[in-house]
Structures are given as C-alpha cells and as structure tokens.
C-alpha cells in the first residue's frame, strides 16, 4: 500500500491557496521546533466568515499537504467554526496520514487557530485564551 494517500499527494503537488494575501485580517504563523517546519497562515474575514485564505508553509510534504486542505476546509466557513477545526479532521479529509506524520497536521491545525486568534486581537474580540491556546511543545512531542 502507499504510504500516501492520492489526495495527500494532489494537495501537496498542487497545493490549494498558495500565496500571501497582502491586506489580511489575521495571520498566524506556528512552528515545530523539532522537524524545524513553519506555516503561515492568512484569512480575510467579512461579516465573520472567512471569504479567503492562503498559506505559506517551509516545511515537508504532509505540511504542505495538511495548509492546503485546510485552508480548503475553512475558506467560506463562520469563524466560529474554522476554530472547530481540528487536525483529525484534516486528516481523515486526506484520507490518512502515516502515524509520524500526524503532527503536521496538527501544525496546520494550530496555524488555523494563530491566524483567528490574530483576527480577534486586532479588531479587540474577546475569546476564551484558553480555548486559543498555542501549544507548539504539543506538535513537537507529537513528532
Ligand atoms: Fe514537521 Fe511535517 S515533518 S511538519
């Protein structure tokens, strides 16, 4: 069997979302400190739905991969639920990833979350910090 999904590598030949958007409403960028991998997320948000959203991730093949499905998950969607999104998700919209390499997933998951929690910060919307959490530590132990 391949140890790849055919979507794992649709989305990492020709990721969805590439790119910078120059004007956004939210950015987060997360790391992994372990596999050295960063992924920088954008949104443009009106009437608190995401309307766009791109990503540029430095990092492996299933990082790539896990931005550009997610990007693809949340784009269109209320706030509120991209926040929802977790790399499970991500995951079982790729069809699987190989065990080592579920932490990149949730690097794509924690960038969704960086980027929302960007959003609210500048335009002074409050949210629980403890549902906003970052916790790089936690994808590095993943890896
Ligand atoms: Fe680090 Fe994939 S190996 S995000």
Do not use: W
């Not at 990503?55 to 209320?78: D, H, V, W």
């Not at 995951?91 to 949730?106: F, N, Q, R, W, Y």
Request: net charge negative.
């Amino acid at each position: 069997m391949a140890l790849y999904s055919d979507k794992v590598m649709d989305h990492f030949q020709n990721p969805r979302n590439v790119g910078k958007i120059d004007d956004a409403d939210g950015i987060g960028e997360v790391g992994n400190a372990k596999c050295g991998d960063i992924m920088r997320m954008y949104i443009k948000v009106e009437d608190g739905i995401i309307t766009d959203c791109k990503f540029n991730t430095f990092g492996c093949g299933s990082a790539i991969a896990t931005s550009s499905m997610a990007t693809e998950l949340i784009k269109g969607k209320p706030v509120e639920e991209a926040l929802k999104l977790s790399n499970q998700a991500v995951v079982e919209a790729l069809d699987g990833l190989p065990t080592h390499k579920i932490h990149c997933s949730v690097l794509a998951e924690e960038a969704v979350r960086a980027a929302v929690k960007d959003y609210y910060d500048k335009n002074g919307i409050a949210y629980d910090p403890e549902e906003l959490k970052i916790n790089d530590c936690e994808a590095c132990e993943m890896g």
